[in-house]
């Protein structure tokens, strides 16, 4: 089947980047060789300490797992950000950070300046006794200083993991001592859309659960009254005990650079670790490509810093080639719904990579906050995180972008890296709601829920065959369950655990996750989570989460809720569970609905069926199924009756 609406190469987008410029050439040179190709673009587009001689070595098969990239090379990730551009672009804006507060003056930061800014929190960090593949907690709000921390550790080989600052003192204390950090960055507060948001106080829960944490450094963002114990110090105050020249350290290529937890559909969250030259060069490669960048443009990534996006797009990606990365403290739609185009005019945006859930919310405010703005500077427009419905990717390119604008729909996993499938602009014809075609070195394959390989038109289940450089390197303390979790549904094959479409022309079209992870907002959540929260609730017996469709957010939450004996679930009970989670978890894991049920759909074997209450949470409840497996068929009508719309 192929699709009839194709918005072909319009205006006036080439795509300088390609080299041959077609695609297609590029496709089949990664392809066919795989081990030169990025060898060559490794060190052409990256600065080594020790050029490396070998590209891939890896398998995906039991017997001899592994993954390594220019094992041989050696280099710092700081440097290839900030050192390598001081000859030549030391003025050149490396960061434009744009406050909460629209009436506030943004603050523009020089490659120079961030050199010492970053060589000061990286002194800073070693008085503190941070070395080498010490783990670095980062809890921070979306302030220059985040990127300076990050950096910082980069730069003396200490290994970051920076947790989302909406998450809770819990599940911070979780992260922490998962990774056994010692050592805790954060703010006194943080500021989103008018709001503070008590980082240090947070912190502070944390580290009575968290017993490894020693240290934590405060940067003081709104100058709000703090308690500071014996483990605390003001960073303002040890960065004027030090200097700002910091040399480098020597990394390997496999050296570990960031850890960055996220969910899975079992378990505690995963910490995904990414190592040196391999996600750099992806970070590198993919944004110069899938963004046609050039330097000068202003590139605006609008997520934060706390997942994957932020750290490739934000961060990584634009500083290693040199760009102009454009930080934002606060909410699109605050104080209104026309701030975030107010932004894009105020720094002459070219590029946004935003999330559906985004263009959602703005759209339903209505055009008239977008038309009364300029958005001449704005060049292309991205689009990240979930599938984008076709009417907002629609209204993307059209009121957004006024027809100029291609839209990169980019496909990623914080696994990945970076940015894996997606519509190169000026490139390839774009399709509204398809992320295209695979990045040259991806190679995607669909297979059926027995692992058969299908070829041509088909829908199934996503898996990639080869290695890539970003692909990310293991879990943090348990390699066992990187393998189990991504390379054993089907053997010998990375399973990315999104369903996907491929049309007949090749493009290919996520569907959204198969397991039992939802996106909500574009960030992810396992159900599992949410559950293991709810029975920790002295009123609850078992728990059962799914998702359910949302207009703004995607896929909200669904929790089905059986209490203990003599526990009644009324409205004040109801209000707490969802307050209870919010505590637990953090506001992005709050139930949208939550039903009170005497029972859940159970086989005999007491496996809960998902499937019923998925279509129940739809809405769905003429077709639930066969539902004859099912221990007491009686609990559905129960379900049906009651549920919430
Ligand atoms: C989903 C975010 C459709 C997908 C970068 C994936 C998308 C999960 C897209 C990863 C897209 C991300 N179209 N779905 N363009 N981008 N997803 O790890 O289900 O936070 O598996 O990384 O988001 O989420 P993560």
């Not at 605390?232 to 390997?252: F, R």
Request: glycine residues 10%; contains cysteine.
């Amino acid at each position: 089947m192929t699709d009839p609406e194709i918005y072909p190469i319009t205006g006036d987008w080439t795509n300088a980047s390609l080299d041959p410029r077609k695609y297609e050439d590029l496709y089949e040179s990664a392809a066919s060789s795989p081990g030169s190709f990025w060898l060559d673009q490794a060190t052409k587009r990256l600065d080594w300490i020790t050029a490396p001689t070998i590209g891939g070595d890896w398998s995906f098969a039991k017997a001899d797992f592994h993954i390594k990239w220019f094992a041989d090379g050696q280099l710092n990730v700081a440097a290839n950000c900030i050192d390598r551009h001081l000859a030549k672009h030391g003025d050149t804006v490396a960061i434009i950070w744009e406050p909460d507060e629209p009436s506030e003056e943004p603050r523009r930061i020089t490659y120079r300046q961030l050199h010492d800014e970053v060589g000061r929190f990286a002194n800073v960090l070693k008085v503190h006794g941070v070395g080498k593949g010490d783990r670095v907690t980062l809890y921070m709000p979306m302030i220059p200083e985040a990127a300076y921390a990050a950096l910082a550790c980069a730069r003396i080989g200490a290994i970051h993991s920076v947790v989302f600052g909406g998450f809770s003192a819990d599940a911070l204390a979780g992260r922490i001592e998962d990774c056994g950090s010692k050592i805790v960055i954060t703010a006194d507060e943080g500021r989103r859309g008018g709001k503070r948001i008590k980082l240090k106080a947070c912190v502070d829960e944390a580290a009575a659960r968290a017993p490894t944490l020693e240290t934590v450094i405060v940067v003081k963002a709104t100058g709000a009254e703090v308690a500071m114990g014996p483990r605390d110090i003001w960073y303002h105050e040890a960065a004027a005990g030090v200097g700002s020249d910091c040399p480098a350290e020597t990394m390997a290529a496999e050296d570990p650079l960031f850890i960055l937890y996220t969910s899975g559909s079992t378990g505690k969250p995963k910490g995904v670790l990414h190592t040196s030259a391999g996600y750099l060069l992806w970070a590198d490669f993919t944004f110069k490509i899938a963004f046609d960048y050039k330097p000068g443009q202003v590139f605006w990534c609008a997520a934060d810093i706390g997942w994957v996006t932020g750290h490739t797009y934000l961060l990584y990606g634009p500083l290693s080639n040199g760009g102009t990365t454009l930080m934002y403290e606060g909410l699109p739609t605050w104080p209104d719904a026309s701030r975030i185009w107010q932004v894009v005019d105020r720094h002459k945006v070219h590029t946004l990579f935003t999330a559906p859930t985004a263009l959602r919310a703005l759209m339903k405010e209505g055009d008239d906050f977008v038309r009364r703005t300029d958005r001449s500077s704005l060049k292309l427009l991205g689009s990240v995180g979930e599938p984008i419905n076709p009417e907002a990717w629609r209204w993307y390119h059209d009121v957004v972008g006024e027809g100029r604008a291609p839209i990169v729909d980019a496909w990623w996993q914080t696994e990945t890296g970076g940015i894996m499938i997606a519509p190169l602009p000026g490139a390839v014809p774009m399709k509204p709601g398809s992320a295209s075609k695979p990045l040259p070195g991806v190679v995607p394959q669909l297979v059926d829920d027995k692992g058969t390989v299908l070829t041509g038109a088909a829908q199934g289940n996503l898996c990639i065959t080869q290695s890539w450089p970003g692909q990310m390197r293991g879990v943090w303390g348990d390699q066992d369950r990187f393998f189990q979790t991504y390379f054993t549904t089907y053997e010998g094959k990375y399973f990315t655990g999104d369903g996907c479409r491929r049309d007949g022309d090749g493009y290919y079209w996520i569907t959204g996750r198969v397991d039992d992870v939802i996106n909500v907002s574009g960030h992810r959540m396992g159900t599992a989570e949410v559950e293991s929260a709810l029975v920790l609730h002295e009123a609850v017996a078992e728990a059962a989460v799914v998702g359910m469709p949302h207009e703004v957010k995607g896929q909200g939450i669904y929790a089905y809720v059986t209490l203990n004996a003599g526990r009644e679930g009324d409205e004040a009970l109801r209000s707490a569970l969802v307050a209870w989670v919010r505590q637990e978890i953090g506001p992005i894991a709050s139930p949208d609905k939550l039903q009170f049920a005497p029972a859940l759909p159970k086989t005999r074997s007491g496996k809960i069926m998902r499937r019923i209450l998925r279509k129940i949470a739809e809405g769905d409840v003429t077709a639930l199924g066969d539902t004859s497996t099912l221990a007491d068929p009686a609990v559905i009508d129960d379900l049906v009756a009651n549920r919430i719309v």
